[in-house]
């Protein structure tokens, strides 16, 4: 069976192409990553920022700003994830509310030291922190797995 020309550029175009693929994605994985990472921030309107609060930094995401106030809404990652968890979802809640979506301490970017307490209270106290240097004074919460479970402690302390 003969190939023409076209067939035979066609094919070596294909496999150049997905040699190329393969070779950043399994030489370069990290940087794969982040760009993807990078592109669902930006489609869901989130800025990265990093605030220190006492002697813990805070690595977080926060809505671009727009000119109508809208209600704020906090969203707390569970245990072992972080920040980036909600970038699917944030792309969704946008236009609804203001998102504000940490690392919590001791994950992602956030500062970790090995002395603090990371149960579910602990970490609310130090997220009523954190949103109270935000300067919000109402929010709502929301969160997955340990993030509800800090959620509900949240909301248990806030009263």
Same mark, same amino acid.
């Given at each position: 069976?003969?190939?023409?020309?076209?067939?035979?550029?066609?094919?070596?175009?294909?496999?150049?192409?997905?040699?190329?693929?393969?070779?950043?994605?399994?030489?370069?994985?990290?940087?794969?990553?982040?760009?993807?990472?990078?592109?669902?921030?930006?489609?869901?309107?989130?800025?990265?920022?990093?605030?220190?609060?006492?002697?813990?930094?805070?690595?977080?995401?926060?809505?671009?700003?727009?000119?109508?106030?809208?209600?704020?809404?906090?969203?707390? #990652?569970?245990? =072992?994830?972080? +920040?980036?968890?909600?970038?699917? *979802? /944030?792309?969704?809640?946008?236009? %609804?509310?203001?998102?504000?979506?940490?690392?919590?301490?001791?994950?992602?970017?956030?500062?970790?030291?090995?002395?603090?307490?990371y149960t579910a209270t602990a970490q609310a106290e130090r997220?009523?922190?954190?949103?109270?240097?935000?300067?919000?004074?109402?929010? #709502?919460?929301? =969160?997955?797995? +340990?993030?509800?479970?800090?959620? *509900? /402690?949240?909301?248990?302390?806030? %009263?």
């Open positions: 069976m003969k190939f023409s020309f076209l067939e035979k550029s066609r094919f070596w175009i294909l496999t150049a192409t997905l040699v190329a693929l393969g070779a950043v994605w399994f030489g370069a994985p990290g940087t794969v990553y982040r760009m993807f990472i990078a592109t669902e921030r930006q489609l869901a309107g989130l800025t990265p920022v990093a605030q220190t609060i006492g002697d813990e930094r805070w690595v977080f995401l926060r809505s671009d700003p727009v000119e109508e106030p809208r209600p704020v809404l906090l969203l707390l #990652h569970g245990f =072992g994830a972080d +920040k980036d968890n909600f970038n699917r *979802l /944030a792309r969704h809640l946008k236009d %609804t509310a203001e998102l504000v979506v940490p690392d919590l301490p001791g994950f992602g970017m956030s500062s970790s030291a090995l002395d603090n307490r997220v009523l922190a954190f949103m109270d240097k935000q300067s919000h004074k109402q929010n #709502h919460d929301g =969160g997955n797995t +340990k993030g509800g479970y800090i959620s *509900l /402690a949240i909301a248990r302390l806030a %009263t």
